[in-house]
Every structure is written in structure tokens, then in C-alpha cells.
């Protein structure tokens, strides 16, 4: 019997071996992308209002852009008030763009931006914002730098106006490998020096962060409470999602972006860049400190946006890739009233992403493993939506979703969304779901799919109560190829707490990769 036992478990380890992946079966691909950190001023319509209104706003824009070959670009971007009295203004769009040389390291680039957002629905009405560029840029080594005449254009509204605008351009790279390779395990074993993963991975944290907001001093609510411009001091309940890149061993810059759910009627946001540093790290237990700068505001007192937001805490890692963070600061608004103590926790996923060995110790991992993932930009309808103060009306938003893979059935996403017609100027959403999708059926072209998602909305005046908001969708996917799909959903969304309860339906596409993680 023990001789059985023994020539089973050697025919299983066979067995396991001999479905071993090594890493030359899996190809690579790079992208070459930009991070383009632009800002301008944008003139008023002070003159067509029945209200006080500065005569400039200062707005910046973070775009992420994707080369599709040597002079053709797309990509996604926010943009944001941060001087004015426009503090809760923010925008999502895509981009499409051309960038050529003229002469040595000078170069045109021109760009047309189009998406949804707002701040003052009366300035915006439905939110669409239109935002053609042009001029030139500079390229020297790993940094180039430029100037562009421009005209931001709410469409559906009175605030327009030309500028000029100035930029900086990071270029960042992106190892990763087609979809087809999603979900596998590849060992790490006699790797050729000239195979493409052999390079040092990325370190990153993603995390989902649950903060309190306690307001102090002059905190005040805006115009749409009654009374007007009454005192905060009840606590703010806030969801927010932060990524992380590490530089060095102890050192990362961070991005981080929040929406509040409960405390006021819905509609703050904030938008944060940093840098922070680990200064006690054991196996277990790490310490940090944090510093960030960006911008915030809708349903508070009117502002410039401008905000800082320094924190600290300690992490609690209870494997490889997963951890707990425990954190306090203090949220302020620059020139302006709003201020507020914070506490909160956040969920963390470690990662080693885009090679073999650690970037600071380069120590070898002894397998990579891929992770399917999918990006999508959505046209979303939303019919007979409700409102306060305002009649009824449908809504059509402009959606950036992502979908991580969970195995081949099963996998979450990320959601978010901004509303660019219908008379709601400055709604916006962001959800998370955990979706399922069926085999690929006549001839590998079709797939279906459900999905339950939840998360925040606000702004607008859509009557969403203190923001909470549930959308189960129903959807088919037609593949173009192995990488890209077309797809359709509906649906229903409604708010617990408020009286939106509207359908909705959905069209968009889908590109499709991996991303390929190192495990040790």
C-alpha cells in the first residue's frame, strides 16, 4: 500500500512538471507611454451669471497616452480646478493625439481631448467638455516639456475659453504580454540574457482606502444646503483608491483619488499626487509618512481646490501580497476654509510586476505569473434619471472601466464615470463590481457576461441621497480578436438612501492583456 501511495504522488509530481510553463514560451510586449502633467488658465464667464464669480480658474490635467505607432497617440485623462472659486471641478476624457519631429529635439503636437465633468452646473449644464490643443514640444533624453494654444470648450454650457498651456511629459514603460498567456505560471529557470523578461520587475502597491474626515475650524457646506454656508462638524465618510511606485527600497510616489458616501449630500472629491517614504520596515510591521498635494471640493464652501494632505501610519502585512494600513492626517485646503483631521484603513496588494528580479536586490523570482486584465472606455445612457431642484432627465456618461481577472470565469472591476450630457454637469461615479462571463461560443466570437456592482455617486443635482448606488448589468461581448472586443450591457442603478431607480445601457470597447507578476 505504502509503495501505491508513493507511485501515485510520483505520477502526480510528474504530472505537475510536465504542465510547467517555462518563461521563453511567454512573449513580450512594451509600451512606450507618456505621463503629461499640463496647466492653464482658463478665463470666466463672470459676466453671464447672476452670482459672484472670479474671472479665472487655474486648471491642471494628469493624461496617461499610448503610443499606437511613431506619431499617433490615445490615452485618458483628469483635469481639475485648483485656483478660482471652482475647488470639486473635475473632468474625465480620452485623448487622441499626433507628436512629430521638426527639427532636432523639436517637435509638433497637437491633441484633441473629449469627456464629461464640471463644477457649477449653471457654467456646464450637461458636462460634455471638448478640448482641442496645439504646439510645440521639446525631447531631451527621459523628459521633454512644451507649450500648446488651446480652447476648453463645455460644450453644453457657457464656460469656455482659450489659453495657453504649458506641459511636462515623463516617459514610463510598461512590460506586459497578450491575453492569450492570461492566468498561466511560467518557471524561472536557465533564462537566456537576451529574453525580454529578463530585466528588473516594478514594485507597486494598489490599495482600496476607507477614511473618516473630522472637520474643523471654518468648514462649510455650499449654497445647495438650507440654510446656505452652514458650519461642519459631522464626520465625512470617504472611499478612495491609491497607487503606489516604488523608486528606491523605502521611497514612492503615489496617486490617490476620493469620493465621500456618507456625511454630506454627495459630490466631494479629491485628487492627490505625493511622494512617501517607509521609515521602520520589518518582515511584518511597516512605518510611513506621507505628502501630498492636489485638489478637492463640491459641497463645501466654493474655493480654489488647491489642498494638501500630509498623513502617517503603519502597515500590517499578512502575506506576500496582501497587507492592512492604519493612517491619520490632516486635510487642508490652501487659501481656502475647508480643513479636517482624518483616521482611516486601507486594503493593500503588493506587487513585483514586468520582470525576474527585485528592482533594489536583484534577487531572482523563481516564477512569473500572468494576470488577465482588461481596459475599457464606455458610452453609458441612463434613462429618466432623478433630480432635485431640476426636472428628470436621461443621462449619457463617458466611462473608463478596468477588469482584473480572478481565474478564467470570475473577475472584479473598477469603475469610473462622468456624466457629458443631460443637464447634470459635474455627476460623476465611481463602483466596483465582481463579474462572471460565459466561454467563448460561435466561432470563438461571442461571450456573455453579468455583473454585480456598488459604489459612490454625486453631483449634478441627480438625487442620489449621500451618494450610495448598486448597478447589477446583464451584457455580450463580440471579439474582434484575441485582444480587442465590442461590448453591450443593461441594466438597472439605484440608490438606497436617494430616488435614483433608472435603467440603463451600455457600448463600449475592450483591449485586452496581461500583466505579468513575479512570484517568489
Request: aromatic share 16%.
Amino acid at each position: 500500500m505504502k509503495k501505491l501511495i508513493v507511485l501515485i504522488f510520483c505520477l502526480a509530481n510528474l504530472q505537475l512538471l510536465s504542465q510547467t510553463n517555462e518563461v521563453s514560451e511567454l512573449g513580450g510586449k512594451l509600451f512606450n507611454n507618456k505621463i503629461r502633467l499640463n496647466y492653464m488658465l482658463v478665463h470666466q464667464p463672470f459676466n453671464e451669471v447672476n452670482y459672484q464669480l472670479d474671472q479665472t480658474m487655474g486648471f491642471i490635467g494628469l493624461n496617461y497616452n499610448i503610443p499606437l505607432n511613431d506619431w499617433l497617440y490615445t490615452g485618458a485623462g483628469f483635469h481639475t480646478a485648483i485656483t478660482g472659486d471652482q475647488g470639486g471641478l473635475f473632468t474625465l476624457g480620452v485623448n487622441l493625439g499626433v507628436n512629430f519631429p521638426i527639427y532636432k529635439n523639436l517637435y509638433f503636437d497637437a491633441n484633441v481631448h473629449f469627456g464629461g465633468g464640471g463644477g457649477y452646473r449653471s457654467l456646464v449644464n450637461g458636462g460634455g467638455i471638448i478640448f482641442p490643443n496645439t504646439g510645440l514640444q521639446y525631447k531631451k533624453d527621459d523628459f521633454s516639456f512644451g507649450v500648446q494654444y488651446g480652447y476648453v470648450n463645455f460644450f453644453t454650457g457657457i464656460q469656455k475659453s482659450d489659453n495657453f498651456s504649458f506641459f511636462v511629459e515623463i516617459p514610463t514603460k510598461f512590460n506586459y504580454a497578450s491575453y492569450d498567456q492570461a492566468q498561466k505560471e511560467f518557471a524561472v529557470s536557465n533564462i537566456d540574457p537576451e529574453n525580454f523578461w529578463n530585466k528588473p520587475a516594478v514594485k507597486s502597491v494598489q490599495q482600496v482606502t476607507f477614511d473618516f474626515f473630522f472637520p474643523v475650524g471654518m468648514s462649510r457646506t455650499d449654497a445647495s444646503t438650507n440654510p446656505q454656508y452652514q458650519p461642519i462638524r459631522r464626520m465625512l465618510y470617504i472611499i478612495g483608491f491609491e497607487y503606489q511606485k516604488y523608486l528606491n527600497p523605502n521611497t514612492f510616489i503615489y496617486a490617490h483619488l476620493d469620493t465621500m458616501y456618507k456625511g454630506l449630500t454627495a459630490g466631494f472629491m479629491d485628487l492627490f499626487f505625493g511622494i512617501g517614504k517607509n521609515f521602520i520596515e520589518t518582515k511584518y510591521v511597516n512605518f510611513f509618512a506621507k505628502a501630498g498635494i492636489g485638489a478637492a471640493g463640491g459641497r463645501i464652501f466654493p474655493e480654489g481646490g488647491l489642498t494638501m494632505y500630509p498623513n502617517a501610519g503603519f502597515d500590517v502585512r499578512f502575506s506576500k501580497n496582501f497587507g492592512l494600513s492604519f493612517h491619520g492626517g490632516y486635510h487642508r485646503a490652501i487659501g481656502g476654509t475647508f480643513e479636517a483631521y482624518t483616521a482611516g484603513v486601507s486594503l493593500k496588494y503588493y506587487t513585483l510586476s514586468g520582470g525576474i528580479s527585485d528592482p533594489f536586490t536583484n534577487k531572482k523570482v523563481q516564477a512569473l505569473k500572468t494576470q488577465g486584465i482588461g481596459i475599457a472606455v464606455q458610452n453609458q445612457t441612463y434613462f429618466d434619471v432623478a433630480k432635485f431642484g431640476i426636472p428628470d432627465s436621461d443621462l449619457q456618461l463617458l466611462a473608463i472601466k478596468i477588469e482584473y481577472d480572478l481565474n478564467k470565469r470570475f473577475y472584479v472591476s473598477g469603475e469610473a464615470s462622468f456624466a457629458y450630457e443631460g443637464k447634470s454637469g459635474g455627476y460623476a461615479h465611481g463602483i466596483f463590481g465582481l463579474g462572471i462571463r460565459s466561454n467563448k461560443f460561435l466561432n470563438d466570437k461571442i461571450s456573455l457576461y453579468a455583473e454585480a456592482a456598488g459604489g459612490v455617486a454625486g453631483g449634478g443635482r441627480v438625487d442620489s441621497g449621500e451618494g450610495i448606488l448598486v448597478r447589477p448589468t446583464v451584457g455580450i461581448n463580440y471579439h474582434i480578436n484575441n485582444d480587442f472586443s465590442l461590448n453591450a450591457s443593461a441594466g438597472q442603478m439605484w440608490s438606497p438612501f436617494g430616488n435614483v431607480n433608472s435603467s440603463n445601457i451600455n457600448f463600449g470597447l475592450k483591449y485586452n492583456l496581461s500583466i505579468v507578476n513575479a512570484k517568489k
